[in-house]
């Protein structure tokens, strides 16, 4: 309920942007993201700061998109916006998945040129510095790198790496500024640069 709430108010911010025909979507609509149900996941208990296995619930990993459901609504003029809940293969319930692998899965599918990935922060910081510029390989580095903590970040650093691997600029920038998407393409962030461009 909280994901669709936030993704019918970004259509509507989006709508109210002269020229942004948005459509919120979730991945349940229209089978647009399919994904098998964990059936454990690995948590850090805040109490220990140890890592225990606990019941997967109804989270899931996405298998596969619906690549022409997506290509019809942008042949169409619309601008999807698609909040990170799944279609369970088995049951076809709805399953919580990971934003970022969304992002992942959805632009393997397209091949957009560029994918931002918007975060709480400049970039990847190293030594309280943001890179500014790296190779998918170097990227995977980073992803190594103990100084990019946590989970949602490793998980980024992750996702710019295999785009950019395959082909697509990605791009981790700091979603709460002005423009964010517009600034990151302008230079702000961590740009990670497709394998095979300088």
């Given at each position: 309920?909280?994901?669709?709430?936030?993704?019918?108010?970004?259509?509507?911010r989006?709508?109210?942007?002269?020229?942004?025909?948005?459509?919120?979507?979730?991945?349940?609509?229209?089978?647009?993201?399919?994904?098998?149900?964990?059936?454990?996941?690995?948590?850090?208990?805040?109490?220990g700061?140890?890592?225990?296995?606990?019941?997967?619930?109804?989270?899931?990993?996405?298998?596969?998109?619906?690549?022409?459901?997506?290509?019809?609504?942008?042949?169409?003029?619309?601008?999807?916006?698609?909040?990170?809940?799944?279609?369970?293969?088995?049951?076809?319930?709805?399953?919580?998945?990971?934003?970022?692998?969304?992002?992942e899965?959805?632009?393997?599918?397209?091949?957009?040129?560029?994918?931002?990935?918007?975060?709480d922060?400049?970039?990847?910081?190293?030594?309280g510095?943001?890179?500014?510029?790296?190779?998918?390989?170097?990227?995977?580095d980073?992803?190594?790198?103990?100084?990019?903590r946590?989970?949602?970040?490793?998980?980024?650093v992750?996702?710019?790496?295999?785009?950019?691997?395959?082909?697509?600029?990605?791009?981790?920038?700091?979603?709460?500024?002005?423009?964010?998407?517009?600034?990151?393409?302008?230079?702000?962030?961590?740009?990670?640069?497709?394998?095979?461009?300088?």
């Amino acid at each position: 309920m909280g994901m669709m709430y936030l993704n019918k108010d970004l259509v509507s911010r989006l709508q109210g942007v002269g020229g942004v025909n948005a459509i919120g979507l979730s991945g349940v609509d229209g089978g647009l993201l399919r994904a098998r149900r964990r059936e454990s996941m690995i948590i850090i208990d805040e109490r220990g700061g140890r890592e225990r296995v606990v019941d997967g619930g109804y989270t899931g990993k996405i298998e596969s998109a619906n690549k022409d459901f997506i290509m019809k609504l942008l042949n169409d003029g619309f601008t999807p916006v698609i909040a990170p809940i799944a279609m369970d293969n088995k049951t076809g319930g709805p399953l919580n998945v990971d934003g970022d692998q969304a992002l992942e899965i959805l632009s393997l599918f397209l091949m957009p040129k560029y994918a931002v990935i918007l975060t709480d922060v400049d970039g990847v910081l190293i030594n309280g510095k943001v890179i500014n510029r790296v190779s998918a390989a170097e990227a995977q580095d980073l992803f190594k790198n103990p100084e990019v903590r946590g989970g949602g970040m490793k998980r980024k650093v992750y996702t710019a790496a295999q785009l950019a691997s395959k082909g697509v600029y990605a791009i981790i920038s700091n979603g709460v500024i002005d423009k964010p998407i517009m600034s990151a393409i302008n230079g702000v962030g961590t740009h990670v640069i497709p394998t095979g461009n300088s």
